[in-house]
């Protein structure tokens, strides 16, 4: 997510950087890329006219000219803007611990309400929570059925009412199933529609003054851009809802909505869709995304989701291995897999501070690639594994055709498996942590 402006405001903040003393001039020459940077990605005209105006006003004062790091400080000031037009602080969803909690999920066909849904009582599952899904759906075929399936996955509900056309009737019915179990959170999943369309935009308030909801969430597609914008403030100005979940964030390299949508809306980012799996789910922080977009990484998120997915026992044992350098392919095959179910390696690699998006396309890996990588490792022999400078031209052939891949493929894997030891070796040091943790 973010990469193109990532990408763009690191050689404009580089160049800026460059100079060893900073003036009106040059400050507002840096300001005109950031403008045209923001605007490419498809961030709201009016909001980018007025972010530079305050990004300008603040970088040209005589305490930015005078300092002794003048660059660095126009940095901290784009940063510190970037996490105002997000909204500050992380929108928390507080529930009340003594009664049955009830959220509405709304939107536009097609922008991924129903996966959020799972995703959304997945999330609340790990929170403790017991949640329940509630199929209101009428309209769109299968969609009942595709929320009973994500439901088994997760073991959680789903009550629904099949036969029945009317959204009042099966959201009474839920309440009445739900309200003396021990469930304590409703996640009710409506029909996409459009703004425009009156009779559909009725049922919801009519489910809304039915339910009288903790939140309702409104689920926009970020690959739509200023359009999930525009449609969002449609939505909040005949509902009225308290949080927006953007979808496929993974795959939106502009950003614009997620950095129009608060200032346009009033109303936060809750949550952000990072992938197709239920897991890839994360709440919003303003801040972390501002550091993330200026290639200044994200380490407090990168430790919640080791946290979550990663043995600490085993990362105490590999890092007393990296220091004495003794990282092997089946340590590396071990780490791939808990790797694996933390996310994409280069959303994850991207959360390092210093790691841009240039520098992680010699490492990047989807899950197709993290296959092949697996299925070489495993054709090497336990000492081949050990002691990787043992491969010569022969055993690369047979690795090759023992994993279905080619020599090329264990050639370039070798290589990366060189260039990731000594990056892990890098990072395993704490003095280049702490001068690489600093933003400023």
């Known amino acids: 997510m973010f990469n193109n402006l990532t990408d763009k405001f690191d050689t404009i903040f580089r160049k800026l950087k460059g100079h060893g003393k900073l003036n009106e001039q040059n400050i507002k020459e840096s300001l005109r890329e950031v403008r045209r940077a923001l605007l490419e990605a498809d961030v709201n005209f009016r909001?980018?006219?007025?972010?530079?105006?305050?990004?300008?006003?603040?970088?040209?004062?005589?305490d930015v000219l005078k300092s002794l790091t003048p660059g660095h400080q126009v940095v901290k000031i784009v940063h510190e803007q970037l996490i105002h037009l997000m909204g500050e602080k992380n929108f928390k969803v507080q529930f009340q611990s003594n009664r049955l909690n009830k959220i509405m999920v709304v939107g536009l066909q097609g922008s991924g309400k129903t996966t959020t849904?799972?995703?959304?009582a997945s999330h609340f599952r790990k929170n403790k929570l017991e949640p329940v899904m509630v199929a209101c759906?009428?309209?769109?075929?299968?969609?009942?059925?595709?929320?009973?399936?994500?439901?088994?996955?997760?073991?959680?509900?789903?009550?629904s009412k099949e036969k029945s056309k009317n959204v009042l009737k099966i959201a009474k019915k839920a309440l009445k199933e739900t309200e003396n179990s021990e469930k304590n959170v409703m996640i009710f999943d409506t029909a996409g529609r459009l703004h425009i369309d009156e009779k559909l935009m009725k049922e919801l308030r009519d489910l809304k003054k039915l339910l009288k909801p903790d939140f309702i969430f409104f689920v926009a597609d970020a690959m739509t851009g200023q359009d999930a914008v525009n449609i969002a403030k449609e939505f909040n100005d005949q509902l009225e809802f308290d949080g927006v979940i953007l979808t496929k964030m993974d795959s939106d390299a502009r950003g614009g909505a997620a950095l129009s949508i608060k200032a346009v809306t009033g109303k936060p980012v809750s949550f952000v869709g990072t992938g197709e799996k239920i897991g890839d789910f994360e709440e919003f922080h303003p801040d972390r995304m501002a550091s993330r977009i200026l290639g200044m990484g994200d380490v407090l998120s990168l430790i919640e989701k080791a946290e979550a997915f990663v043995d600490m026992d085993e990362a105490e044992k590999l890092a007393k291995k990296l220091k004495k350098n003794q990282f092997t392919f089946t340590d590396f095959l071990g780490q791939?897999?808990?790797i694996k179910k933390m996310g994409p390696l280069d959303q994850l690699m991207g959360m390092i501070p210093g790691m841009n998006s240039k520098a992680l396309k010699g490492l990047s890996a989807d899950n197709k690639e993290l296959k092949h990588i697996e299925a070489i490792i495993q054709s090497m022999t336990p000492r081949e594994r050990d002691k990787p400078v043992?491969?010569?031209?022969?055993?690369?052939?047979?690795?090759?055709?023992?994993?279905?891949?080619?020599?090329?493929?264990?050639?370039?894997?070798?290589?990366?498996?060189?260039?990731?030891?000594?990056?892990?070796?890098?990072?395993?040091?704490?003095?280049?942590?702490?001068?690489n943790m600093m933003p400023f």
């Open 390 to 435: 043992l491969i010569n031209g022969s055993r690369r052939l047979r690795i090759a055709n023992g994993s279905g891949t080619s020599v090329q493929e264990v050639n370039r894997l070798l290589k990366q498996f060189e260039q990731m030891k000594k990056m892990m070796k890098k990072f395993s040091n704490p003095k280049f942590m702490k001068g």
């Open 137 to 159: 759906d009428i309209y769109r075929p299968a969609a009942v059925h595709q929320l009973q399936v994500l439901g088994k996955q997760l073991d959680v509900p789903v009550i």
């Open 47 to 62: 909001i980018v006219k007025n972010f530079i105006n305050e990004v300008a006003s603040k970088a040209t004062g005589q």
């Open 336 to 338: 791939l897999n808990q």
């Open 117 to 120: 849904c799972a995703k959304l």
